[in-house]
Protein backbone atom coordinates (compact mmCIF):
# COMPACT_ATOMS: atom_id res chain seq x y z
CA UNK A 1 0.00 0.00 0.00
CA UNK A 2 1.14 3.59 -0.33
CA UNK A 3 3.43 4.77 2.31
CA UNK A 4 3.78 8.49 3.62
CA UNK A 5 6.88 9.11 5.20
CA UNK A 6 7.25 12.30 7.81
CA UNK A 7 10.40 13.74 9.48
CA UNK A 8 11.27 14.31 12.13
CA UNK A 9 8.35 12.63 14.09
CA UNK A 10 9.25 15.19 17.20
CA UNK A 11 11.45 18.61 17.63
CA UNK A 12 12.06 21.08 20.47
CA UNK A 13 13.29 24.09 18.76
CA UNK A 14 14.11 27.33 20.72
CA UNK A 15 11.96 30.51 19.91
CA UNK A 16 12.79 32.77 17.14
CA UNK A 17 14.31 29.68 15.10
CA UNK A 18 12.76 27.53 11.99
CA UNK A 19 12.07 23.95 11.91
CA UNK A 20 11.29 22.24 8.07
CA UNK A 21 9.11 19.31 8.55
CA UNK A 22 9.61 16.90 5.06
CA UNK A 23 7.42 15.00 3.85
CA UNK A 24 8.00 11.99 1.76
CA UNK A 25 5.29 10.04 -0.56
CA UNK A 26 8.02 6.43 -1.02
CA UNK A 27 5.83 4.50 -3.40
CA UNK A 28 3.90 6.58 -5.74
CA UNK A 29 3.85 9.73 -7.03
CA UNK A 30 1.99 12.74 -5.25
CA UNK A 31 0.83 15.05 -7.54
CA UNK A 32 -0.89 16.64 -4.55
CA UNK A 33 0.12 17.44 -1.18
CA UNK A 34 -2.12 18.64 1.93
CA UNK A 35 -0.41 20.26 5.18
CA UNK A 36 -2.73 20.07 8.62
CA UNK A 37 -1.92 21.32 12.31
CA UNK A 38 -3.87 19.55 15.15
CA UNK A 39 -3.88 21.06 18.70
CA UNK A 40 -4.30 18.50 21.71
CA UNK A 41 -8.07 17.44 21.84
CA UNK A 42 -8.86 19.46 18.83
CA UNK A 43 -9.57 17.89 15.39
CA UNK A 44 -6.99 18.17 11.97
CA UNK A 45 -7.43 21.93 10.87
CA UNK A 46 -5.89 22.23 6.99
CA UNK A 47 -3.50 24.70 6.36
CA UNK A 48 -2.42 24.35 3.00
CA UNK A 49 -2.53 22.74 -0.11
CA UNK A 50 0.41 22.00 -2.57
CA UNK A 51 1.10 20.81 -5.83
CA UNK A 52 4.29 19.97 -7.49
CA UNK A 53 5.69 22.88 -9.21
CA UNK A 54 3.29 25.72 -8.09
CA UNK A 55 2.69 27.55 -5.17
CA UNK A 56 0.97 26.60 -2.79
CA UNK A 57 -2.66 27.59 -1.63
CA UNK A 58 -3.22 28.45 2.40
CA UNK A 59 -6.28 28.21 4.11
CA UNK A 60 -7.43 31.56 5.50
CA UNK A 61 -5.86 32.64 8.19
CA UNK A 62 -2.58 30.50 7.51
CA UNK A 63 0.31 33.26 7.19
CA UNK A 64 1.82 31.95 3.82
CA UNK A 65 5.29 33.87 4.99
CA UNK A 66 5.53 31.94 8.28
CA UNK A 67 4.53 28.66 7.26
CA UNK A 68 6.98 27.92 4.41
CA UNK A 69 5.52 25.39 1.79
CA UNK A 70 7.89 24.05 -0.95
CA UNK A 71 6.44 20.90 -3.52
CA UNK A 72 9.53 20.82 -5.51
CA UNK A 73 9.18 17.22 -6.52
CA UNK A 74 6.62 14.52 -7.07
CA UNK A 75 7.45 12.68 -3.75
CA UNK A 76 8.32 15.53 -1.89
CA UNK A 77 6.82 18.45 0.36
CA UNK A 78 8.49 20.70 3.06
CA UNK A 79 6.80 23.02 5.74
CA UNK A 80 8.99 25.10 7.43
CA UNK A 81 8.25 27.14 10.39
CA UNK A 82 9.74 30.26 10.16
CA UNK A 83 10.45 32.24 13.42
CA UNK A 84 8.79 29.74 15.31
CA UNK A 85 7.13 30.90 18.72
CA UNK A 86 5.41 28.57 21.83
CA UNK A 87 2.25 29.82 20.03
CA UNK A 88 3.24 27.42 17.01
CA UNK A 89 3.84 24.64 18.97
CA UNK A 90 1.18 22.03 17.94
CA UNK A 91 1.11 18.36 15.86
CA UNK A 92 1.57 18.90 11.85
CA UNK A 93 0.67 16.09 9.37
CA UNK A 94 0.87 15.96 5.76
CA UNK A 95 -1.08 14.34 3.55
CA UNK A 96 0.00 12.90 0.06
CA UNK A 97 -2.72 12.24 -2.47
CA UNK A 98 -1.31 9.79 -5.85
CA UNK A 99 -3.85 8.90 -9.32
CA UNK A 100 -4.30 5.41 -7.59
CA UNK A 101 -3.82 5.44 -4.17
CA UNK A 102 -6.15 8.53 -2.59
CA UNK A 103 -4.96 10.46 0.21
CA UNK A 104 -2.50 8.89 2.45
CA UNK A 105 -1.30 10.59 6.05
CA UNK A 106 1.97 10.73 7.19
CA UNK A 107 2.50 10.16 10.85
CA UNK A 108 2.83 13.71 12.59
CA UNK A 109 5.51 16.28 13.45
CA UNK A 110 5.52 17.34 17.15
CA UNK A 111 6.56 20.82 17.52
CA UNK A 112 7.34 22.20 20.53
CA UNK A 113 9.23 25.86 20.71
CA UNK A 114 10.67 26.81 23.81
CA UNK B 1 -16.04 23.77 7.37
CA UNK B 2 -17.06 20.03 7.18
CA UNK B 3 -19.97 19.34 6.21
CA UNK B 4 -20.76 16.40 8.19
CA UNK B 5 -22.37 15.42 12.24
CA UNK B 6 -20.56 12.92 14.08
CA UNK B 7 -21.34 11.89 17.68
CA UNK B 8 -18.83 12.75 20.22
CA UNK B 9 -18.09 9.78 21.55
CA UNK B 10 -19.51 5.92 21.68
CA UNK B 11 -18.79 2.87 23.33
CA UNK B 12 -18.58 -0.55 22.25
CA UNK B 13 -18.08 -4.03 23.88
CA UNK B 14 -15.13 -5.42 22.89
CA UNK B 15 -16.34 -8.63 20.15
CA UNK B 16 -19.53 -6.36 19.17
CA UNK B 17 -20.27 -4.84 15.81
CA UNK B 18 -18.98 -0.82 16.33
CA UNK B 19 -22.14 1.30 14.57
CA UNK B 20 -20.59 4.67 13.84
CA UNK B 21 -23.29 7.30 12.13
CA UNK B 22 -22.68 10.31 10.22
CA UNK B 23 -24.85 12.83 8.79
CA UNK B 24 -24.20 14.63 5.68
CA UNK B 25 -27.54 16.25 4.35
CA UNK B 26 -25.90 18.37 2.31
CA UNK B 27 -23.94 16.27 0.49
CA UNK B 28 -23.56 16.78 -3.82
CA UNK B 29 -24.04 14.01 -5.99
CA UNK B 30 -20.22 13.72 -6.61
CA UNK B 31 -19.33 14.06 -3.20
CA UNK B 32 -17.73 10.95 -1.43
CA UNK B 33 -18.08 9.86 2.12
CA UNK B 34 -14.61 8.87 3.15
CA UNK B 35 -13.56 7.07 6.70
CA UNK B 36 -10.23 7.74 8.41
CA UNK B 37 -9.41 7.22 12.60
CA UNK B 38 -6.51 8.25 13.90
CA UNK B 39 -5.13 6.99 17.45
CA UNK B 40 -3.86 9.11 19.93
CA UNK B 41 -0.75 10.90 18.35
CA UNK B 42 -0.56 9.43 15.24
CA UNK B 43 -1.74 10.33 11.73
CA UNK B 44 -5.24 9.48 10.32
CA UNK B 45 -5.62 5.61 9.21
CA UNK B 46 -7.63 5.30 5.79
CA UNK B 47 -10.65 3.13 6.55
CA UNK B 48 -13.08 3.43 3.22
CA UNK B 49 -15.05 5.17 0.89
CA UNK B 50 -17.95 5.79 -0.88
CA UNK B 51 -20.26 7.38 -3.13
CA UNK B 52 -23.77 5.85 -3.35
CA UNK B 53 -23.24 2.02 -2.88
CA UNK B 54 -22.64 0.21 -0.35
CA UNK B 55 -18.89 -0.96 0.26
CA UNK B 56 -16.81 -3.36 2.41
CA UNK B 57 -13.17 -4.64 3.04
CA UNK B 58 -10.92 -6.27 5.36
CA UNK B 59 -11.33 -3.23 7.81
CA UNK B 60 -14.84 -2.33 7.90
CA UNK B 61 -18.62 -1.99 6.01
CA UNK B 62 -20.22 1.56 4.74
CA UNK B 63 -23.74 1.75 4.58
CA UNK B 64 -25.11 4.68 3.15
CA UNK B 65 -28.58 5.45 3.06
CA UNK B 66 -30.06 5.99 -0.21
CA UNK B 67 -30.90 9.40 -0.38
CA UNK B 68 -26.91 9.59 1.11
CA UNK B 69 -27.82 12.22 3.72
CA UNK B 70 -26.57 10.22 6.18
CA UNK B 71 -24.06 6.60 6.09
CA UNK B 72 -22.43 4.20 9.18
CA UNK B 73 -19.47 2.79 9.34
CA UNK B 74 -19.68 -0.87 10.88
CA UNK B 75 -16.47 -2.33 12.80
CA UNK B 76 -18.20 -5.67 12.32
CA UNK B 77 -15.72 -6.89 15.80
CA UNK B 78 -14.64 -4.23 17.32
CA UNK B 79 -11.49 -4.83 19.38
CA UNK B 80 -9.20 -2.59 22.03
CA UNK B 81 -7.16 -1.28 18.89
CA UNK B 82 -9.91 -0.34 17.45
CA UNK B 83 -10.62 2.87 20.14
CA UNK B 84 -9.36 5.54 18.34
CA UNK B 85 -11.15 9.13 17.04
CA UNK B 86 -13.39 8.08 13.80
CA UNK B 87 -13.55 10.96 11.28
CA UNK B 88 -16.39 11.05 8.31
CA UNK B 89 -15.46 13.40 5.68
CA UNK B 90 -17.06 14.40 2.67
CA UNK B 91 -14.88 15.17 -0.11
CA UNK B 92 -15.19 18.63 -1.20
CA UNK B 93 -14.69 17.79 -5.12
CA UNK B 94 -15.27 21.12 -6.72
CA UNK B 95 -12.66 22.67 -4.33
CA UNK B 96 -9.14 20.60 -5.50
CA UNK B 97 -10.28 17.63 -3.17
CA UNK B 98 -9.57 18.74 0.03
CA UNK B 99 -10.26 16.92 3.01
CA UNK B 100 -11.79 18.64 6.06
CA UNK B 101 -12.07 17.09 8.99
CA UNK B 102 -14.62 18.01 11.27
CA UNK B 103 -14.96 16.76 15.28
CA UNK B 104 -14.77 12.92 14.66
CA UNK B 105 -16.68 10.75 17.00
CA UNK B 106 -14.65 9.01 19.73
CA UNK B 107 -14.70 5.47 19.90
CA UNK B 108 -13.96 3.53 23.05
CA UNK B 109 -13.74 -0.16 23.02
CA UNK B 110 -13.88 -1.74 26.37
CA UNK B 111 -13.58 -5.15 27.81
Known amino acids: GAVVSQHPSWVICKSGTSVKIECRSLDFQATTMFWYRQFPKQSLMLMATSNEGSKATYEQGVEKDKFLINHASLTLSTLTVTSAHPEDSSFYICSARGATYGYTFGSGTRLTVV | DAKTTQPPSMDCAEGRAANLPCNHS???????VYWYRQIHSQGPQYIIHGLKNNETNEMASLIITEDRKSSTLILPHATLRDTAVYYCIVRVGDQGGKLIFGQGTELSVKP
Open chain 2, 26 to 32: TISGNEY
